[in-house]
C-alpha cells in the first residue's frame, strides 16, 4: 500500500505527501528529520488515504500540489477554524 498525506503545521502551513509506511514517516515529521515541517513543529495528520500502487498515489499527491488540487484539499480535507 502507499499512502498519500496531508499534516498541518503547528504555523497554519500544509505539508503534502506519499509513503509506504505512514507511521514511520509522520514520526519522522514529529522527530525533525523532514525538512519543510522540521522548524514547524508539531504537525497534526489531517488526512490520509491508500493506494494499491505507487503510480495512482504519485498522481494524487501531485494533484494535490497544484492550483486546483490545494483549493479541493481545502475544501474537503482541511478543517477550518471558526472565528466570531
Do not use: W
Amino acid at each position: 500500500m502507499q499512502f498519500v498525506y496531508i499534516p498541518k503545521c503547528v504555523d497554519g502551513t500544509i505539508y503534502t505527501g506519499c509513503t509506504n509506511d505512514i507511521d514511520a514517516r509522520l514520526a519522522r515529521h514529529l522527530q525533525g528529520y523532514v525538512e519543510y515541517t522540521k522548524t514547524r513543529l508539531p504537525v497534526e495528520l489531517v488526512f490520509y488515504c491508500a493506494f494499491k500502487n505507487k503510480e495512482d498515489a504519485f498522481a494524487f499527491e501531485k494533484y494535490l500540489k497544484s492550483g486546483s488540487g490545494i483549493a479541493f484539499r481545502n475544501m474537503h480535507f482541511i478543517k477550518r477554524s471558526s472565528s466570531g
